[in-house]
């Protein structure tokens, strides 16, 4: 398993969880955004491990949260770097190495705000909007190589990209914000890390074998209305 972030250590941390539980794993320091960083953290990773076979393009950024005549061209351009650029570049370096394999499967996380609107953070929506169309094209353009590419919408996750947009959007009590936003969902509350992981372990799996070009929406019912 081979792991990229720009957190080095808490991408050393997590990879000295995996090591202790069994897992041959290593960790690469990699800015998604930067071709040349990305093109040589994939060939290493494909010949450390003898080759390629899922693709979790999870690293994203909320970017600013402001209405969209206050944002700047710099601050709109970053999120799209990461979010798409990154995704549109880790695919690119990773097809070779899977057709290799004879096939394999690429995730792409996308978001509940690439499926519908709200009245926040304008940059992230367009991005996620375009993984959604990203992964529906390049699940065509490659299936006839055995590789299945389908994108993962979660609702409202606990984690520090969601602590971090609450803080920034004035909230003092995390506890309440957490509440408030969990109202957002039928299911009365925002999801854990794990609720999005085991979508993810099924799409990387052969029990999804048949399934390409598809949305998987892990969003406790946030979508439905
Ligand atoms: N948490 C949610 O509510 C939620 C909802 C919908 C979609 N998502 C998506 O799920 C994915 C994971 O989000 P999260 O909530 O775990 O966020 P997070 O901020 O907790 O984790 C994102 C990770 O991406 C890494 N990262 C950021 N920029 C990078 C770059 N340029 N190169 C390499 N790594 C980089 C960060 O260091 C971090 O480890 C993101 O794509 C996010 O947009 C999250």
Redesign the pocket.
């Known amino acids: 398993m081979a792991l990229?972030?720009?957190?080095d250590d808490?991408g050393d941390e997590l990879l000295g969880e995996l090591l202790a539980w069994g897992a041959e794993a290593n960790y690469w320091h990699?800015?998604?955004?930067v071709e040349d960083q990305v093109r040589t953290a994939i060939d290493e990773v494909a010949s450390r491990f003898g080759g390629l076979h899922v693709l979790v393009n999870?690293?994203?950024?909320?970017g600013v949260n402001r209405p969209t005549h206050e944002i700047s061209e710099q601050e709109w351009d970053r999120v799209q770097a990461?979010?798409v650029k990154?995704v549109f570049l880790c695919t690119k370096h990773a097809i070779a190495h899977l057709k290799r394999s004879g096939g394999g499967s690429i995730i792409n996380?996308?978001?509940?705000?690439g499926i519908v609107g709200a009245a926040d953070v304008p940059p992230?929506h367009a991005s996620?909007g375009a993984v959604r169309l990203m992964s529906k094209t390049d699940a065509l353009l490659y299936a006839g190589d055995g590789i299945r590419v389908n994108s993962v919408?979660?609702?409202?996750?606990w984690?520090?990209?969601?602590e971090h947009h609450l803080r920034d959007s004035g909230a003092t009590d995390l506890d309440a914000a957490r509440i408030e936003l969990g109202q957002l969902h039928p299911l009365g509350h925002v999801g854990e890390?794990d609720d999005?992981a085991w979508g993810v372990v099924y799409l990387a799996s052969d029990e999804s074998k048949f399934v390409t070009g598809t949305e998987l929406v892990i969003d406790g019912g946030y979508t439905a209305r």
Do not use: E, R
């Not at 990699?30 to 955004?33: E, I, K, P, T």
């Not at 996380?109 to 705000?113: E, K, R, T």
């Not at 984690?159 to 969601?162: A, E, G, K, L, R």
């Open positions: 990229f972030d720009v957190q808490a990699v800015d998604v955004a999870n690293a994203g950024i909320a990461v979010n990154g996380l996308s978001s509940i705000y992230y996620k919408h979660p609702g409202y996750i984690t520090p990209m969601v890390p999005i």
